[in-house]
């Protein structure tokens, strides 16, 4: 079973207020709360990608082995501006490339390319894995270089005045330009969301919809978590 997510009906005008209604939601309510998880997206907008080449030095990049996606790799090979990573696998390629403004005119990517700022400072940094958490203050550095990027932040916690139940999946879920669609997050351009979560032991328990109902928060009807 998943958990259960509530989004908090208030608007947000940027990334900045977003976030620190998150961190206010729990320093009201929540007891224990772990490090956030920070997930940068894919770049899939011309906006995005004009940004990263203006403001980051590399990035991380997937290819499938297609025969549309040759050229491109050709082309980034005769830029000298890609290193590929020491094992590849036969249907994909990966690794590390420069980002110059005079990568523009590669847009848009083929089909079957991604590039990701996941391993590029402050969002991670070489060796950075998917799991990794960061400190608030390593967050507050990735929001304030943000941009149009997409991002979503996960936080473990648990609920004061409900049982603390190991691996109860309760936590906060902040999405900046991005939004919670069932069970996922997907890219929404100048969209800021704080979402709250209730693990699937206490979500329909009555005292989970008890908390829910007395946590005098604005909340939104349940939708299916992670």
């Keep these: 079973m998943s958990s259960t997510l509530y989004r908090v009906r208030e ?35 011309a906006e ?3 940004y990263a080449l203006d403001t980051f030095d590399t ?3 997937g290819a499938d082995r ?14 000298g501006v890609v290193t590929f990573d020491a094992e590849q696998l036969t249907s994909y390629s990966s690794g590390d490339v420069r ?11 083929p089909e079957g390319v991604s590039l990701v700022l996941a391993t590029t400072p402050p ?3 070489p060796g950075s894995e998917p799991e990794d958490t960061c400190t ?34 309760c936590g906060v879920l902040l999405c900046l330009n991005s939004v919670w669609v069932p069970q996922h997050v997907e890219p929404s351009p100048g969209e800021f969301g704080v979402w709250i ?29 992670w």
């Design 123 to 125: 969002f991670g940094a």
């Design 59 to 61: 990035a991380r990049f």
């Design 11 to 45: 608007s947000f005008p940027d990334a900045v207020s977003a976030l620190a209604r998150a961190r206010a939601i729990m320093h009201d309510l929540a007891g224990w709360t772990a490090p956030p998880w920070p997930q940068v997206n894919d770049i899939t907008t």
């Design 99 to 109: 980002l110059r403004p005079d990568l523009a005119g590669l847009w848009p990517l």
């Design 66 to 79: 297609e025969c549309h996606v040759e050229p491109f790799l050709d082309e980034v090979r005769r830029r």
């Design 136 to 169: 608030e203050k390593e967050l507050d550095r990735m929001v304030s270089v943000l941009g149009p990027l997409s991002l979503n932040v996960e936080w473990d916690c648990t609920w004061r005045d409900l049982p603390d139940t190991p691996g109860k999946g």
């Design 48 to 50: 995005q990608y004009a």
């Design 197 to 225: 979560s209730l693990g699937p032991r206490v979500a329909l328990t009555p005292e989970g919809q008890n908390w829910v109902r007395d946590c005098g928060l604005p909340l939104g009807e349940p939708e299916d978590g």
